[in-house]
């Protein structure tokens, strides 16, 4: 089971016992809202990508959607997410719990700028009905992500974040 690897993972750093389960569904921007109640974009969503062969994480805010010519720019292809059975068998979470923690070998991970606006975000933690709150430098800590970028849109509208 993911959330196991993921609580696996969070062991190492002593932080297992923040993942939070529910007894709900949070696999979803707005299911995940609902169950932490809080405002959708601050949800850290994990969307799973193949780039020249390879699978990456982009973890945005929830309220971003991926802009296709930012991602164009920054990654050199069109923006093209994993399958649900692609997703779990390339990163290692189903869909629905897909974070960036205790993922699959070779998996790049980038955190999207519109994360930047929060002191701390919910990403999923490998099941479809859990999270953990993390701080941005946590969330840069535990992710070991590669870099940041900005290819997302429709954030900056502020509606209410």
């Known amino acids: 089971m993911s959330i196991e690897k993921v609580r696996g993972f969070f062991a190492q750093y002593g932080i297992e016992n923040r993942i939070l389960e529910f007894p709900v569904s949070?696999?979803?921007?707005?299911l995940a809202a609902q169950a932490l109640h809080c405002a959708p974009c601050r949800i850290a969503k994990t969307l799973s990508f193949g780039v020249n062969g390879a699978p990456i994480l982009i973890v945005?805010?929830?309220?971003?959607?991926?802009?296709?010519?930012?991602?164009?720019?920054?990654?050199?292809?069109?923006?093209?997410?994993?399958?649900?059975d692609d997703a779990?068998?390339?990163?290692?979470?189903?869909?629905?719990g897909v974070c960036p923690f205790a993922v699959k070998e070779g998996v790049a991970v980038y955190l999207d700028v519109s994360l930047k606006r929060f002191e701390t975000v919910f990403p999923a933690a490998g099941s479809s009905n859990s999270a953990i709150e993390l701080t941005i430098?946590?969330?840069?800590?535990?992710?070991?992500?590669?870099d940041w970028v900005d290819v997302c849109k429709a954030w900056q509208d502020d509606k209410g974040c």
Do not use: C, Q
């Open 137 to 146: 430098p946590e969330l840069e800590t535990y992710s070991g992500f590669a």
């Open 60 to 84: 945005t805010a929830g309220d971003a959607k991926v802009d296709n010519a930012k991602f164009k720019a920054r990654f050199g292809v069109k923006a093209k997410m994993l399958s649900h």
């Open 26 to 30: 949070s696999a979803t921007v707005e």
């Open 88 to 96: 779990a068998t390339f990163i290692g979470h189903a869909v629905g």
